[in-house]
């Protein structure tokens, strides 16, 4: 196997940017992975069914304080919005669920987009690399002379190879990363979507007196 060391150096200019591409390309879906997986997501059924409990109890300060100690977590300020409109109308709890599902929602997705830019950015500069080094193998061939025809021939080629290879190498694991992150991230705003609704539901049902037919219709 080439030494990665050996792979830079041979690969030419290229290989610094598609050196720097991995290294922000790493970065963000460390973050994104530490935000999604640490920060945002939460055990949705099972909060969910605090949250239930609470509401059927009509314990709605309890309820708001089970969000509040989960700060940092997706669902929990959803639904928390929700909670602090309890007494208001149907239209308006929606409203304020609405509304935090669309601040939360750029929040899980931030910067998520750019790791299928940067995979592309890595494959198209080893792509470049490659030409540029059949071009500097080509000249050699034509127009070098026998001296350094070999070393020409040999830089060129080491070029395009270590290139393209260099490319793949940042752009295979961030496209997979983005997969991973992408699903993750859509996990979190499909249980927003569906327990955001639910919420509204539970409250309004709390405001017309008719929780128990409510809780049994989802049982």
């Not at 922000?24 to 935000?35: T, V």
């Amino acid at each position: 196997m080439v030494d990665p060391v050996t792979m830079f150096k041979e690969g030419g200019e290229f290989m610094y940017v598609i050196l720097a591409v991995g290294v922000f390309a790493m970065a963000i879906a460390f973050e994104r992975l530490f935000y999604i997986v640490f920060r945002a997501n939460i055990n949705a059924t099972a909060f969910m069914a605090q949250i239930q409990k609470l509401i059927m109890a009509n314990n709605i300060d309890r309820a708001i304080k089970l969000c509040n100690a989960e700060p940092h977590a997706a669902l929990p300020r959803v639904v928390k919005a929700g909670l602090t409109r309890a007494n208001r109308t149907e239209k308006e709890i929606e409203n304020a669920i609405d509304e935090a599902t669309l601040e939360v929602g750029p929040l899980v997705n931030k910067r998520t987009a750019y790791l299928a830019m940067l995979a592309n950015i890595a494959t198209l500069t080893g792509l470049l690399g490659t030409i540029m080094g059949l071009i500097i193998a080509f000249n050699a061939v034509a127009k070098a002379s026998a001296e350094v025809k070999q070393a020409m021939l040999a830089n060129g080629i080491s070029v395009a190879m270590f290139t393209t290879a260099g490319g793949l190498m940042v752009a295979i694991p961030t496209l997979v990363l983005h997969s991973i992150i992408t699903n993750r991230s859509n996990k979190i705003l499909d249980d927003i979507d569906q327990y955001g609704l639910k919420t509204v539901n539970l409250l309004t049902a709390r405001r017309r007196g008719s929780l128990k037919d409510e809780a049994a219709a989802d049982m």
